[in-house]
């Protein structure tokens, strides 16, 4: 059992690049979540969905974003890479039981 | 502004001592609780999860939960070289967002 598979594991950006972090579950969870956690600190949900076609904003939405067209997958979109986001990068999923994570996107942006 | 609180350490320990970790948070409604392991690098692991007053035995690890005073703790027994780690806090007040404390750094000294 996969669980949550997050792909690339590593990737470095010039800034003003575009690039998808992607994100798939095989546990039929319908909540899945993108959080960023920057160098000593705790974890930043950007956005969320929970369930097929709905997403809705964490804290720190600005310069990325998300679609849900399937109940697996959730990628997550960042249009013009900033050295702002650079950071480590977690998808997790969960329905009615705690977050499943991901092994994490750590992204560079030079 | 819901939040969960807690001490960023380092919390040093010898081995085979008792370490203990605790996590205040401000949502009266919140029902679930868990407590996650993050070393350096990785994503967070799932170690417990509690939902009602008391507490809660697995293995070397006991999770407490006061609802009343608002705060979960951690008790490690027996701790272990390996048991260093960032321990997170989270609490899901049932809005679809779990919230996580900022962790607190565990040093276990052989």
């Known amino acids: 059992n996969a669980g949550v598979t997050q792909t690339p594991k590593f990737r470095i950006l010039k800034i003003g690049q575009s690039m998808t972090l992607q994100c798939t579950q095989d546990m039929n969870h319908n909540y899945m979540y993108w959080y960023r956690q920057d160098p000593g600190m705790g974890l930043k949900l950007i956005y969320y969905s929970v369930g097929a076609g709905i997403t809705d904003k964490g804290e720190v939405p600005n310069g990325y974003n998300v679609s849900r067209s399937t109940t697996e997958d959730f990628p997550l979109r960042l249009e013009l890479a900033a050295p702002s986001q650079t950071s480590v990068y977690f998808c997790a999923s969960s329905y009615d039981s705690p977050l499943h994570f991901g092994n994490g996107t750590r992204l560079t942006v030079t | 502004q819901k939040e969960v609180e807690q001490n960023s350490g380092p919390l040093s320990v010898p081995e085979g001592a008792i370490a203990s970790l605790n996590c205040t948070y401000s949502d009266r409604v919140s029902q679930s609780f868990f407590w996650y392991r993050q070393y350096s690098g990785k994503s967070p692991e799932l170690i417990m999860s509690i939902y009602s007053n008391g507490d809660k035995e697995d293995g070397r690890f006991t999770a407490q939960l006061n609802k009343a005073s608002q705060y979960v703790s951690l008790l490690i027994r027996d701790s272990q070289p390996s048991d260093s780690a960032t321990y997170l806090c989270?609490?899901?007040?049932?809005?679809?967002?779990?919230?996580f404390g900022t962790g607190t750094r565990l040093k276990v000294l052989a």
């Open positions: 989270a609490v899901y007040p049932g809005t679809y967002k779990y919230i």
